[in-house]
């Protein structure tokens, strides 16, 4: 069975980093990819970056491009999300979901299959 749990989440002042990791089980991440999105209160989700089932391709929202950064460790099937220079605005639950054979943009959450409970980030002083 397909589990997602994020970790990594937590209280940062501006200007700190984070980084969240993405475990995943029941299935290998080379026929999988994964992408973090996030949703801020009263926003709408937003999709944050992706990494390929090949681990090839990686994109980025454009408000985290140059910040954030995304990789894998396969034989951790795991995912990190690597936050340096954070924002009040980069305050949400973040999500990883996981992909299998979509051909639909990372940037939409229909092209994810499941998802993981969410971890709370929180940028403040």
């Known amino acids: 069975q397909l589990r997602l749990v994020e970790s990594g989440g937590g209280l940062v002042q501006p200007g700190g980093s984070l980084r969240l990791s993405c475990a995943v089980s029941?299935?290998?991440?080379?026929?999988?990819?994964i992408g973090w999105f996030r949703q801020a209160p009263g926003k709408d989700p937003e999709g944050v970056s992706c990494i390929s089932s090949s681990g090839g391709t990686t994109n980025y929202a454009d408000s985290v491009k140059g910040r954030f950064t995304i990789s894998r460790d396969t034989a951790k099937n795991t995912v990190y999300l690597q936050m340096n220079s954070l924002k009040p605005e980069d305050t949400a639950v973040y999500y990883c979901g996981a992909s299998y054979g979509s051909r639909a943009s990372w940037r939409i959450q229909s092209t994810y299959n499941n998802w993981g409970q969410g971890t709370q980030v929180t940028v403040s002083s």
């Open positions: 029941g299935i290998t991440l080379d026929i999988y990819a």
